[in-house]
Protein backbone atom coordinates (compact mmCIF):
# COMPACT_ATOMS: atom_id res chain seq x y z
CA UNK A 1 0.00 0.00 0.00
CA UNK A 2 3.24 2.56 0.99
CA UNK A 3 4.09 1.49 -2.45
CA UNK A 4 1.33 1.89 -4.62
CA UNK A 5 0.53 5.90 -2.52
CA UNK A 6 4.24 6.36 -3.04
CA UNK A 7 3.83 5.53 -6.70
CA UNK A 8 0.74 7.62 -7.17
CA UNK A 9 2.27 10.90 -5.13
CA UNK A 10 5.64 11.30 -7.52
CA UNK A 11 3.95 11.16 -10.53
CA UNK A 12 1.40 13.45 -9.43
CA UNK A 13 4.13 15.77 -8.33
CA UNK A 14 6.18 14.86 -11.67
CA UNK A 15 2.47 15.69 -13.74
CA UNK A 16 2.02 18.93 -11.76
CA UNK A 17 5.27 20.63 -11.98
CA UNK A 18 5.44 19.17 -16.00
CA UNK A 19 2.39 21.32 -16.56
CA UNK A 20 3.04 24.21 -14.45
CA UNK A 21 5.52 27.24 -15.16
CA UNK A 22 7.77 27.08 -12.23
CA UNK A 23 10.85 29.13 -11.83
CA UNK A 24 13.77 28.45 -10.28
CA UNK A 25 15.12 31.47 -8.55
CA UNK A 26 18.26 32.26 -6.19
CA UNK A 27 20.26 28.80 -6.55
CA UNK A 28 23.32 29.59 -8.67
CA UNK A 29 25.91 29.56 -5.33
CA UNK A 30 24.00 26.70 -4.14
CA UNK A 31 24.51 24.39 -7.01
CA UNK A 32 28.22 25.96 -8.01
CA UNK A 33 29.26 24.70 -4.33
CA UNK A 34 27.25 20.82 -5.14
CA UNK A 35 29.17 20.72 -8.46
CA UNK A 36 32.34 21.57 -7.04
CA UNK A 37 31.93 18.74 -4.98
CA UNK A 38 31.36 20.39 -2.02
CA UNK A 39 28.74 19.60 0.64
CA UNK A 40 26.28 21.61 1.57
CA UNK A 41 23.50 21.75 4.16
CA UNK A 42 19.59 22.45 2.94
CA UNK A 43 16.90 23.84 5.10
CA UNK A 44 13.31 24.05 4.85
CA UNK A 45 10.12 24.40 6.26
CA UNK A 46 8.01 21.02 6.36
CA UNK A 47 5.25 22.42 4.79
CA UNK A 48 7.07 22.58 1.48
CA UNK A 49 8.91 19.43 1.67
CA UNK A 50 6.67 18.01 -1.33
CA UNK A 51 8.53 19.70 -3.64
CA UNK A 52 12.46 19.67 -2.62
CA UNK A 53 13.24 16.86 -5.35
CA UNK A 54 13.11 20.00 -7.90
CA UNK A 55 15.61 22.46 -4.91
CA UNK A 56 18.66 20.03 -5.26
CA UNK A 57 20.52 19.24 -8.29
CA UNK A 58 21.16 15.83 -7.85
CA UNK A 59 22.57 15.72 -11.60
CA UNK A 60 25.95 17.47 -9.48
CA UNK A 61 26.37 15.71 -6.28
CA UNK A 62 24.46 13.15 -3.79
CA UNK A 63 22.11 13.74 -0.87
CA UNK A 64 20.78 12.65 2.09
CA UNK A 65 17.64 13.80 3.65
CA UNK A 66 16.35 13.20 7.08
CA UNK A 67 12.90 10.68 7.34
CA UNK A 68 11.06 9.56 10.25
CA UNK A 69 10.38 5.99 10.41
CA UNK A 70 6.79 6.27 11.09
CA UNK A 71 4.26 5.74 8.08
CA UNK A 72 4.25 9.12 6.99
CA UNK A 73 8.03 9.76 7.30
CA UNK A 74 8.63 6.44 5.41
CA UNK A 75 6.41 8.01 2.69
CA UNK A 76 7.74 11.75 2.27
CA UNK A 77 11.81 9.65 2.54
CA UNK A 78 10.19 7.32 -0.25
CA UNK A 79 9.09 10.24 -2.12
CA UNK A 80 12.49 11.67 -2.46
CA UNK A 81 13.52 8.61 -3.59
CA UNK A 82 12.16 9.07 -6.50
CA UNK A 83 13.92 12.29 -7.60
CA UNK A 84 17.55 10.88 -6.63
CA UNK A 85 17.81 11.68 -2.73
CA UNK A 86 19.11 9.07 -0.49
CA UNK A 87 17.17 8.82 3.09
CA UNK A 88 18.95 8.79 6.65
CA UNK A 89 15.69 7.57 8.81
CA UNK A 90 15.38 8.89 12.32
CA UNK A 91 14.15 6.80 15.12
CA UNK A 92 12.66 7.89 18.55
CA UNK A 93 14.71 5.13 19.68
CA UNK A 94 17.80 6.50 18.08
CA UNK A 95 20.03 8.77 20.30
CA UNK A 96 21.11 12.12 18.40
CA UNK A 97 24.35 11.07 18.96
CA UNK A 98 24.09 8.49 16.83
CA UNK A 99 21.92 10.26 14.63
CA UNK A 100 24.94 13.02 14.29
CA UNK A 101 27.44 10.71 13.37
CA UNK A 102 25.95 8.99 10.69
CA UNK A 103 24.92 12.55 8.98
CA UNK A 104 28.33 13.57 9.75
CA UNK A 105 30.04 10.42 8.12
CA UNK A 106 27.72 11.10 4.61
CA UNK A 107 29.15 14.68 4.79
CA UNK A 108 32.72 13.37 4.96
CA UNK A 109 31.93 11.04 2.37
CA UNK A 110 31.07 13.72 0.16
CA UNK A 111 26.96 14.43 0.08
CA UNK A 112 24.62 17.25 0.96
CA UNK A 113 22.23 16.93 3.47
CA UNK A 114 18.38 18.05 3.13
CA UNK A 115 16.35 18.60 6.27
CA UNK A 116 13.31 20.15 7.47
CA UNK A 117 14.34 22.09 10.59
CA UNK A 118 10.70 22.20 12.28
CA UNK A 119 9.96 18.57 11.40
CA UNK A 120 8.62 16.21 11.85
CA UNK A 121 5.80 16.88 14.03
CA UNK A 122 6.58 21.08 14.82
CA UNK A 123 6.03 23.79 15.92
CA UNK A 124 5.74 24.60 12.38
CA UNK A 125 8.10 26.93 11.35
CA UNK A 126 10.12 27.07 14.38
CA UNK A 127 13.72 25.90 14.18
CA UNK A 128 15.44 23.12 15.63
CA UNK A 129 19.16 23.61 16.59
CA UNK A 130 20.68 20.59 15.25
CA UNK A 131 21.14 21.76 11.59
CA UNK A 132 23.36 24.38 13.10
CA UNK A 133 25.30 21.86 15.45
CA UNK A 134 25.97 20.16 12.03
CA UNK A 135 27.06 23.18 10.62
CA UNK A 136 29.56 23.95 13.63
CA UNK A 137 31.20 20.30 13.17
CA UNK A 138 31.39 19.79 9.52
CA UNK A 139 31.54 23.67 8.61
CA UNK A 140 29.32 23.27 5.60
CA UNK A 141 27.75 26.04 4.08
CA UNK A 142 23.62 26.58 5.09
CA UNK A 143 21.31 27.05 1.96
CA UNK A 144 17.32 27.70 3.23
CA UNK A 145 15.32 26.83 0.34
CA UNK A 146 11.43 26.63 -0.44
CA UNK A 147 8.43 26.31 -3.44
CA UNK A 148 5.36 28.27 -3.37
CA UNK A 149 2.39 28.27 -5.87
CA UNK A 150 -0.15 30.21 -6.87
CA UNK A 151 -2.87 27.57 -6.93
CA UNK A 152 -2.09 24.47 -3.99
CA UNK A 153 -3.85 21.60 -2.14
CA UNK A 154 -3.35 22.39 1.52
CA UNK A 155 -3.13 18.95 3.79
CA UNK A 156 -4.70 18.60 6.86
CA UNK A 157 -1.52 17.84 8.60
CA UNK A 158 -0.19 19.44 11.64
CA UNK A 159 2.01 22.22 9.26
CA UNK A 160 -0.44 22.26 6.79
CA UNK A 161 1.75 20.82 3.89
CA UNK A 162 0.89 22.02 0.38
CA UNK A 163 0.74 19.94 -2.84
CA UNK A 164 1.20 22.63 -6.00
CA UNK A 165 -1.81 22.26 -8.72
CA UNK A 166 -1.59 21.52 -12.18
CA UNK A 167 -1.31 24.09 -14.60
CA UNK A 168 -0.01 26.69 -11.62
CA UNK A 169 2.34 29.85 -11.50
CA UNK A 170 5.38 28.56 -8.97
CA UNK A 171 8.53 29.60 -7.40
CA UNK A 172 11.51 27.73 -5.76
CA UNK A 173 13.79 30.21 -4.40
CA UNK A 174 17.02 29.92 -1.96
CA UNK A 175 19.12 32.22 -0.07
CA UNK A 176 22.47 31.64 2.02
CA UNK A 177 22.24 31.68 5.97
CA UNK A 178 24.75 33.78 6.88
CA UNK A 179 25.60 33.42 10.02
CA UNK A 180 27.70 31.46 11.96
CA UNK A 181 28.35 29.23 15.22
CA UNK A 182 31.84 29.19 16.97
CA UNK A 183 32.95 26.20 18.66
CA UNK A 184 32.86 27.45 22.28
CA UNK A 185 29.65 29.52 21.30
CA UNK A 186 27.52 29.68 24.83
CA UNK A 187 23.53 28.94 24.99
CA UNK A 188 22.54 32.65 24.18
CA UNK A 189 24.86 32.58 21.25
CA UNK A 190 23.49 29.37 19.90
CA UNK A 191 19.82 30.63 20.47
CA UNK A 192 20.39 34.03 18.22
CA UNK A 193 21.48 31.97 15.75
CA UNK A 194 18.91 29.73 15.52
CA UNK A 195 16.72 32.61 15.46
CA UNK A 196 18.50 33.90 12.86
CA UNK A 197 18.69 30.96 10.85
CA UNK A 198 14.62 30.49 11.35
CA UNK A 199 14.14 34.75 9.39
CA UNK A 200 16.10 33.18 7.14
CA UNK A 201 14.10 30.51 5.66
CA UNK A 202 10.85 32.60 6.61
CA UNK A 203 12.21 35.23 4.31
CA UNK A 204 12.68 32.88 1.48
CA UNK A 205 9.59 31.20 2.02
CA UNK A 206 7.72 34.81 2.32
CA UNK A 207 9.43 35.93 -0.54
CA UNK A 208 8.73 32.78 -3.14
CA UNK A 209 5.09 33.53 -1.65
CA UNK A 210 4.98 37.12 -2.93
CA UNK A 211 6.47 36.39 -6.35
CA UNK A 212 3.27 34.21 -6.91
CA UNK A 213 0.87 36.55 -5.14
CA UNK A 214 0.16 34.96 -2.41
CA UNK A 215 -0.65 36.35 0.97
CA UNK A 216 1.45 36.77 3.61
CA UNK A 217 0.18 35.36 7.25
CA UNK A 218 2.25 35.33 9.96
CA UNK A 219 1.97 32.46 11.89
CA UNK A 220 2.81 32.87 16.00
CA UNK A 221 5.85 30.88 16.65
CA UNK A 222 5.16 28.51 19.25
CA UNK A 223 7.66 27.47 21.98
CA UNK A 224 10.23 25.15 20.43
CA UNK A 225 9.80 21.30 22.38
Known sequence: MNRWTEDRLAGYVRFAH?????????????????????????ALWHQRLVMAGY???VALGPISSLTTSARAGRLAGQLLNRFGYDTVP???HKRHVTL????LRRIRAGSSIGIAVDGPGGPA???????LMWARVSG????????AADRVIKLPTWDKLILPMPWS?????CQEWNGRIDRDADEAEIERQRLSLEATI??????????VGRKIKPLPKLPRR
Open 140 to 147: CRMFAVSF
Open 55 to 57: MFP
Open 202 to 211: DAVTDDGDRR
Open 100 to 103: SREV
Open 90 to 92: MSS
Open 169 to 173: RGVLT
Open 18 to 42: RTSQIDRVGFEEMDACVARGEPIIM
Open 125 to 131: RVASTVP
